[in-house]
Structures are given as structure tokens and as C-alpha cells.
Nanobody, 119 residues
């Protein structure tokens, strides 16, 4: 069975940094796209960043561009989200997800890790 386990969340002050990790098992890691999503209080889930399996090309939404960086380490079956210059609006539960390729659904999800940014 597939498992995606996130870690690294916590509480930080405005301008602080966190690095989230997602350890995947039960899948062919180097043949999966991975993404980070978040759900803020009172809002719907939204994509934060994604990285493809073939070329490891990263994509970040405008709201986090220049502050967050997604990366992957195939040797460790781990996806990371480095978050710098955190803002209160970044407060959310962050989820790791996996899919087979572009145009496929995000079919595997982790349990989430909470990030709280306070002033």
C-alpha cells in the first residue's frame, strides 16, 4: 500500500522558515509527480508547488514564488518544500500528493502537517 508521510510543520514567526518533508513508500518514486497542497482555515485546498518525475521541473504558484522551493531526492524517496519569508497567510495544513504524470489525478495523499505563522 502507498504511504505519504509529511513532517516538519510547526509554529513560526512572520519572516521565519520551515522545511517540510514527505517520505513516500509503496510506489515507484522516480516515476511519480509530486505536489504540495495546502488548506487554510475557511478556504479550499490549493496547489502550492509541484515537481515532475521526468525532468524534475519545479512549479510554484504566484503566492509563494521566490519564497518556497520544492525539490526531490530520489535516493531517499523524499520530497521537500523549503519555506522562507513566511507570512500569516501561509498558515495552513500542508499536504503531500503524488500522481502518475501530467493530466493524471493526484491519487495519493498524505495526512498533512500544520504550519502556523504568527506575528
Amino acid at each position: 500500500q502507498v504511504e505519504l508521510v509529511e513532517s516538519g510543520g510547526g509554529s513560526v514567526q512572520v519572516g521565519g522558515s520551515l522545511r517540510l518533508s514527505c517520505v513516500a513508500s509503496g510506489l515507484t518514486f522516480d516515476r511519480k509527480d509530486f505536489g504540495w497542497f495546502r488548506r487554510a482555515p475557511g478556504k479550499e485546498r490549493e496547489l502550492v508547488a509541484r515537481i515532475d518525475w521526468r525532468y524534475s521541473v519545479p512549479f510554484h504558484v504566484d503566492a509563494v514564488q521566490g519564497r518556497f522551493t520544492i525539490s526531490r531526492d530520489n535516493a531517499k524517496n523524499t520530497v521537500y518544500l523549503q519555506m522562507n519569508s513566511l507570512k500569516p497567510e501561509d498558515t495552513a495544513v500542508y499536504y503531500c500528493a503524488a500522481r502518475a504524470a501530467d493530466y493524471h489525478p493526484w491519487e495519493h495523499w498524505g495526512q498533512g502537517t500544520l504550519v502556523t505563522v504568527s506575528s
